[in-house]
């Protein structure tokens, strides 16, 4: 007795219902690998965001609401400024690679929305700033050659409602001061693409903020000693530091708190799946209780019985798992899209990452949960006694 083709013929039997139970089992590893790709996806691109960010410390004013979000939130006021002769004496340190100024300013733009909305500018160090941020790509243009010139750079979602292209005018709202558009971004997912970068004197002398900084970007040397030269920037008066590795640490710790969410409902997809195989596996026993009793009476081991309907279980698990990792493939980008929709921020890159190992461990988690469902139809298609089945039958 060919088990395998035993096993095949009878799932065929009944092919609405092989087809359903196939498909939440293919449903349930869809759930799955798609969430374990989301899960590594999104952290590794939380971990390329952070690291692009090209500085690992930002200092600022203490009390400043550097981030855009913050300061849209805000209606552009509570801004509060640094000396610029913090950069000679942040310089100083030896562990400093490089450091970049940035001056952010708002103006509230009336023509934004309904009601208005801040236009956030930020004046950046033309020499330094491009090398800090390598992630920033361009659709059109490029960056400014001087730190002085009325010229603009306009995040991907700052150009689209602009409706501006390179070449084009841009009026600061209130002030009347005219830039022109010389670079457009391509989109990052990051607050960069709502931002409109100035050469940063330029900024001090339109928003008469000469002297003044609203952030300072520190690059520092990969060998140096974080802790201590932490430390001294926190001995700095009036300024506040803010650790990129620190904010590392706390995005990741929210990364691993979603990861106990995200494990949850993939628990919860497995249990589903083993509940569909073991409804289909049970009724096919059942309904074949006479046939199995026939087979028993014509020499076959309990163990044969066993492996019959456990080869059942095999079979449809596979067809399931292998269904929904192609699924889960296919339906990537889609999903990624979603995603992106809903979520407040997204990091760069693949955000739904299923790769060859997140396949494999979301079919085999599949395929083992499935083969454990089906131990307890295959124990009781083992102990038909076959006298009892076949009388059962012809009743």
Known sequence: MNIYSVAYKNLLRKKVRTALT?????????VLATLFGFNRGYESGLNRDVDNMGFQVLLTAKGCPYEA???????????????EDVVKTVSSNKEVEAVTRMLMQGVFDPNKGDSGAIAAYLGVDTHTFPAMKPYLEFKQGGWFK?????????????????????GDPLLIPDLGTELKVVGVLKRTGTQDDGTIFLPLDTVQ????KEGKLTGLGIKVDKNADMGAFENRLYDLPDVQVVSMAQVKTTIMSLVSSARVIVFAIAFIAVLIAMAGVVNTILMSVIERYGEIGILKSMGAMPLD??????????????????????????????????????????PNGDMIAVNFSIAAGAFGVIFVGGLLSGVYPAWRAARVRPLEAIRNEGE
């Open 305 to 346: 019985i066993f492996r019959m309907i456990w080869m059942e279980t095999a079979i449809l698990c596979s067809l399931g798992g292998f269904g929904g990792i192609l699924l889960s493939l296919a339906t990537a980008r889609a999903a990624e899209a979603a995603v992106r929709h809903f979520l407040p921020y997204t």
């Open 22 to 30: 196939a498909s939440g089992i293919a449903l349930s590893a869809w």
């Open 69 to 83: 979000a913050t300061l849209m939130l805000k209606g552009g006021t509570g801004l509060r400024y640094m000396e």
């Open 205 to 208: 002398k339109i928003f008469k």
């Open 146 to 166: 001087t730190n002085d010139g009325y010229e603009a750079v306009m995040g991907y979602e700052a150009a689209e409602l602009e409706a501006r292209e390179v």
